[in-house]
C-alpha cells in the first residue's frame, strides 16, 4: 500500500515537473494578452479585389471570401 502511494506520489511529481518545463516557457504570455486583445482577428482576401478584410465582415460564395455581397456576386478575379 505504501509503495502504491509513493509511486502516486512520483507520477504526480513528474507531471508536474513536466507541466511546469513547458509552461516555463510561456513566462511573457502575462504581457502579450492585452496586444492579443487588441488583435484585428484573422484577416481574409476577397477574391475579386485582393482587399484585406476580418473575416467576420467576409461574405463565402463558392468556397471563396470576398469583401462584398457586389464581388461575391461578380466571382473571382479573372474568371
Ligand atoms: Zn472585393
Redesign the pocket.
Known sequence: MGRLLIFALAVFGLIWLLKRALEGHTDGDARQAPRARGAPGDLVR??????H?PRADAHGAGGRL???E??ARLGPEGE
Request: glycine letters at 16%.
Open positions: 476577397c477574391a475579386h479585389c485582393g482587399l478584410l470576398y469583401c462584398g457586389e464581388h
